[in-house]
């Protein structure tokens, strides 16, 4: 109901804090791929806010890690797993591959 209402007005940008944390994995599934699928049909940008970094990188082409605050890292989702990272970010990834 709450993605219905975000984009009724058919904003440019939608901001998605935490949107598929508390969700069944199957319903996170459908909920990330209508909005993939939104993103094209309706021509809009996510800015995606999530600890789950592996939802994070299914959803988004670029990728910024903040750790207190602060940019630790920014870079294309695709290089997510093949560059240096903060030590920060590469725990996030170990977490990931868990």
Request: aromatic share 8%; hydrophobic share 45%.
């Amino acid at each position: 109901m709450a993605i219905a209402r975000g984009i009724s007005l058919q904003p440019s940008l939608l901001i998605c804090d935490e949107l598929t944390s508390s969700l069944d994995v199957s319903i996170q599934a459908q909920i990330l791929n209508l909005l993939k699928e939104l993103k094209s049909e309706i021509n809009i940008s996510y800015l995606f806010i999530s600890h789950d970094i592996a939802t994070v990188q299914y959803m988004c082409e670029r990728i910024a890690v903040l750790k207190e605050g602060m940019l630790v890292d920014l870079f294309s989702s695709k290089d997510f797993f093949s560059e240096n990272r903060h030590p920060y970010t590469e725990k996030l990834v170990e977490a990931a591959l868990e």
